[in-house]
């Protein structure tokens, strides 16, 4: 059990470290936030957004021109099982002369061969040759591709509310004692291994029976009928935190402020966070010195 001995009275500081780690922790951000850099790590490698970007605007404002198709050579992408080819073309737009690539997995041109190139007045580069695409892969794979990182946020944004809770709580809460009660089961489950929601009672400083919930899967930790420390906001009967359920997070120092969250505490919180925003500048860096 967690000891708040010495804790001092609201309101107190939070550092920022903590305060991060206590907003952005849980089973549910854990699991979404390494769901999202996935899926952002998919989403980098397989997607342009300059080519998607360009493809757009080809499909909206393109001008045409006369041009000339120069090479194709087979990518390392396939889509249906079918590889996807890249046209070289160039063009010319008043004085100067374009080169850009296009994709198809079937392009009905041989090099040398004259093509209608449409290409957007604003940046000449997004250009391509009838019938193929500015982009390596389909629009629509950039909608698969950004479902995983979507069920991530979503989940993340399901933690949230707690998180906040928690920070504040532990900024302005009043300290009780409160008795485990109940394991409720829910829907979800971490590693294969399912996710409780533990209910806790106390009495407020007026007497006031009020409940406090955590959700942990490390249920046998916890002793139904014991008596845990948690933090409840007087002014907000339904914010209150049980300090078990991130017992590492909640550390009093000697002075009775709250110890600040190490380093590695914070990598972790944000990691997915990290991961995804790591992918997209190596993708970006790769794609620019190709």
């Known amino acids: ?5 010495g804790l001092r009275d609201p309101p107190r500081e939070v550092p920022p470290s903590t305060w991060i780690c206590a907003v952005f922790s849980g089973p549910l951000h854990l699991f979404g936030s390494y769901f999202f850099a996935i899926g952002v790590v998919v989403a980098a ?10 493809q757009l605007m080809l499909s909206t404002s393109a001008l045409v021109t006369e041009g000339t198709l120069t090479d194709i050579r ?6 249906n099982e079918e590889t996807v080819l890249e046209a ?3 063009f010319t737009v008043g004085p100067e002369q374009i080169t850009a690539s296009c994709y198809g997995t079937d392009i009905p041109y041989d090099p040398g061969d004259p093509v209608l190139v449409e290409y957007w007045p604003e940046q000449p580069r997004f250009a391509r040759a009838q019938g193929l695409s500015a982009s390596v892969l389909p629009w629509w794979s950039a909608l698969i591709s950004m479902l995983f990182p979507a069920v991530g946020l979503g989940l993340i944004g399901a933690q949230l509310p707690s998180g906040l809770r928690r920070a504040r709580v532990m900024r302005v809460g009043r300290l009780a004692e409160a008795e485990y009660v109940a394991a409720e089961g829910t829907s979800t489950r971490i590693n294969d291994q399912p996710v409780y929601k533990l209910i806790f009672q106390f009495e407020d400083d007026n007497g006031e029976l009020r409940r406090a919930s955590c959700r942990t899967t490390e249920v046998h930790v916890f002793t139904r009928g014991a008596l845990y420390p948690v933090l409840y906001d007087p002014r907000r009967g339904g914010e209150a935190a049980v300090v078990d359920e991130h017992p590492r997070l909640m550390r009093v120092q000697a002075d009775g402020r709250w110890a600040a969250a190490s380093v590695t505490r914070v990598a972790v919180a944000l990691g997915g966070f990290l991961v995804a925003g790591a992918a997209v500048i190596l993708a970006t860096m790769i794609r620019m010195a190709g």
Request: glycine content about 4%; cysteine-free.
């Open 1 to 5: 059990m967690n000891d708040l001995d």
């Open 45 to 54: 490698v397989l997607i342009s957004p300059a080519q998607l970007f360009g």
């Open 74 to 79: 087979e990518t390392n992408t396939s889509v």
């Open 88 to 90: 070289t073309i160039t």
